[in-house]
C-alpha cells in the first residue's frame, strides 16, 4: 500500500530535549516535506527537500533541521525543543513539485 | 514569495445548499492550484486541483474555478451532505516548485 508514515504520532517532551520524528514513504517520490499546522494559520512549510542531500528552507524553518540521506526518509529534527514549537507536524511527498503532495498522519508535539 | 489568502473562514451551509470558498494569491507565476480537504483528526487529503491552462474543473458536486487576471480561484459543493463537513485549504505554487504555499483554511459545517 501506498503510503507515507510519521513516527511517533503524539509525543510529549521538555523544553530542551532533543528529538527527531521520522517520515518514511515507499512510493518513490523525489519530493518531501515537512509542515506545522496552527489554529488560524494554517498548513506552514518548515522545510523541503527536492531528492537525497539536497534541502532547503520553508517558511518557518527557525529551530527545525532535516535531513535527506535515504530518498524514502526525511526525519524533523528539534535540537532545543521550546513551547512554541507546540503544534501538529506532517509530513508529504509528491512524485514532482508541483504535483499532488500526499500527507503523513502527523504527529501531535507538546513541549513543556 | 507566493501569499494565499483564503476566505471565509468558517462557513455553515444547508445540507442541498451550495458553499463557494475563495482564494486569492500573490505571484502571478503561480500555476498549479489544488485543494486539500481534512476531517477532523485526520490528514489533509487532495480532492481537486486545477493547472493554469484550464478555467474550471469539475469532479462530481465538487468543481473549482481559476481566474488567472485577478487572481483567484474559488472551489464550489453542490448538493452538500453531512460528509461535506471538514476544514478545506487551498494552495498555490509553480509546477516544478518545491514550495507549496497554503491558505489558512475554512471550516465548513454542513447543517443537516
Known amino acids: 500500500e501506498a503510503q507515507v508514515t510519521q513516527n511517533p504520532r503524539y509525543l510529549i517532551t521538555v523544553t530542551g530535549k532533543k528529538l527527531t520524528v521520522t517520515c518514511s514513504q515507499n512510493m518513490n517520490h523525489e519530493y518531501m516535506s515537512w509542515y506545522r499546522q496552527d489554529p488560524g494559520l494554517g498548513l506552514r512549510q518548515i522545510y523541503y527537500s527536492m531528492n537525497v542531500e539536497v534541502t532547503d528552507k520553508g517558511d518557518v524553518p527557525e529551530g527545525y533541521k532535516v535531513s535527506r540521506k535515504e530518498k524514502r526518509n526525511f526525519p524533523l529534527i528539534l535540537e532545543s525543543p521550546s513551547p512554541n514549537q507546540t503544534s501538529l507536524y506532517f509530513c508529504?511527498?509528491?512524485?514532482?513539485?508541483?504535483?499532488?503532495?500526499?500527507f503523513g498522519p502527523g504527529t501531535r508535539l507538546t513541549v513543556l | 514569495g507566493e501569499n494565499v489568502e483564503q476566505h471565509p473562514s468558517t462557513l455553515s451551509v444547508q445540507e442541498g445548499d451550495s458553499a463557494v470558498i475563495k482564494c486569492t494569491y500573490s505571484?502571478?507565476?503561480?500555476?498549479?492550484f489544488p485543494w486539500y480537504k481534512q476531517e477532523l483528526g485526520k490528514r489533509p487529503q487532495l480532492i481537486i486541483d486545477?493547472?493554469?491552462?484550464?478555467g474550471e474543473k469539475k469532479d462530481q458536486r465538487i468543481a473549482v474555478t481559476l481566474n488567472k487576471t485577478a487572481k483567484h480561484f474559488s472551489l464550489h459543493i453542490t448538493e452538500t451532505q453531512p460528509e461535506d463537513s471538514a476544514v478545506y485549504f487551498c494552495?498555490?505554487?509553480?509546477?516544478?516548485?518545491?514550495?507549496?504555499?497554503f491558505g489558512t483554511g475554512t471550516r465548513l459545517t454542513i447543517i443537516p
Open positions: 494552495a498555490a505554487t509553480r509546477s516544478g516548485n518545491e514550495k507549496l504555499t
Open positions: 505571484d502571478s507565476a503561480s500555476n498549479y
Open positions: 486545477i493547472r493554469s491552462n484550464v
Open positions: 508529504a511527498s509528491s512524485g514532482t513539485g508541483g504535483d499532488t503532495q500526499y
